[in-house]
């Protein structure tokens, strides 16, 4: 009898643990989704966007397009004198080599009353076309990435914003997925936790939505919204760093330069670049593109920065060669991007495949359309729930 009467007394506890498990986890779900509910519409709206920036301005810029040929491509130094030409007294201070796209060169920088971005046929040095823009005035997606990173808030203050919101998010889909979980699995229960019921009233299929999509989302949601912090929070990054590699610390970047001692002794401005450019066409010659940051010619200290992109479309294999610009040595910077990837701890190489991760670029054309999908319905969770909240409350009801 003591022995049935303590097997009643166990289970009742264990519900009553249960029950008040759920109730916190319901009150977490609610109320941190209101307080973060603008901040998760801004960031996955402008993800979604962002997704297909490039194939978007390939699409609308003809300016931007150039035929691929069996041809050498136009070197550096020939990149400079025609920004100079056409920008007379300016500098160029990037060019960004891409297969099936005109040679886009950026001139001037951010603090000039005026930058400008060429784009030049890939094998003549030919201007195709060019935009400028006034000081602080930014591109469309420029724009948006702004909004994406910072909320268009200054710097210091809007990148804890996003990178807060997004951990708050992390929880969102977790407290969500629990509060989803059915109680018992019966055919109901699944019909109503796996499908969306399109001939309910609208208040049902807005639940829907925000159950069924937000449970069918989840994987895609938290692959983005934990790759995301990784650029925003240091001690997350770490963190993440150290139990992805087993117990090791990340690697810092390192501070490295030009020796000022060596200027003007073996190579001039043009030809430490071109010659850097000639070594970098002959180790990489099958390279998808190349991202070529020119020193600044005013210092002696500056270096010559190159990424090489093995596969157009993805970066986790890309790879950072950073040389003395009087020497022409390599300079090591950054373990994490100097070694290849092959090489890499896995560490090293789940942090090369982060950005790829972030937008879905890890997985092809498929990826980036999951990222898509997924970051438009993560914008409509807070409007879908939110909505819950409103008509549960009955507030608009006199």
């Not at 914003?161 to 929880?171: A, H, I, S």
């Amino acid at each position: 009898m003591n022995a049935g009467t303590e097997l009643v007394d166990e289970l009742a506890s264990r519900r009553r643990k249960k029950s008040l498990f759920q109730k916190v986890n319901r009150w977490l779900h609610l109320w941190l989704g209101l307080a973060s509910g603008i901040i998760v519409l801004i960031v996955c709206l402008t993800a979604a966007i962002w997704v297909f920036n490039e194939e978007i301005t390939y699409l609308t810029e003809p300016t931007i397009r150039a035929e691929t040929r069996q041809a050498p491509v136009v070197i550096p130094s020939r990149v400079l004198a025609v920004a100079r030409q056409v920008y007379p007294g300016k500098a160029a201070s990037y060019a960004y080599y891409q297969q099936g796209t005109a040679v886009r060169v950026g001139v001037g920088t951010e603090h000039d009353a005026e930058r400008h971005l060429l784009f030049l046929d890939p094998y003549t040095g030919h201007v195709q076309g060019s935009k400028t823009y006034r000081q602080n005035e930014k591109g469309f997606f420029e724009w948006i990435l702004l909004g994406h990173q910072y909320l268009w808030l200054p710097k210091e203050i809007g990148q804890p914003v996003v990178n807060y919101g997004t951990l708050v998010f992390t929880v969102l889909l977790i407290t969500g997925l629990i509060w989803w979980y059915p109680a018992k699995w019966t055919r109901a229960s699944r019909q109503k936790s796996f499908r969306i019921k399109w001939r309910a009233g609208w208040k049902r299929i807005n639940l829907d939505l925000h159950n069924v999509l937000g449970f069918y989302t989840f994987l895609v949601l938290l692959a983005l919204a934990l790759s995301g912090m990784v650029y925003g929070l240091p001690w997350y990054s770490k963190g993440l760093y150290w139990v992805s590699s087993g117990g090791e610390t990340e690697p810092e970047w390192k501070r490295v330069s030009s020796d000022p001692a060596q200027e003007h002794k073996r190579y001039t401005y043009n030809q430490a670049l071109d010659r850097v450019w000639a070594r970098m066409i002959t180790e990489n010659p099958s390279a998808g593109g190349f991202f070529y940051a020119f020193p600044d010619s005013t210092q002696a200290k500056s270096t010559i920065s190159i990424r090489t992109y093995p596969a157009p479309g993805q970066f986790y294999d890309v790879a950072r060669h950073t040389f003395d610009r009087h020497t022409l040595q390599r300079l090591n910077f950054f373990e994490v991007f100097d070694k290849s990837f092959d090489d890499l701890s896995a560490g090293g190489k789940l942090r090369r495949m982060n950005y790829d991760i972030h937008i879905g670029t890890i997985l092809g054309m498929p990826g980036k359309l999951l990222a898509f999908l997924g970051s438009l319905i993560g914008a409509s969770l807070p409007v879908t729930g939110f909505l819950i909240w409103w008509n549960r409350k009955r507030f608009g009801r006199k």
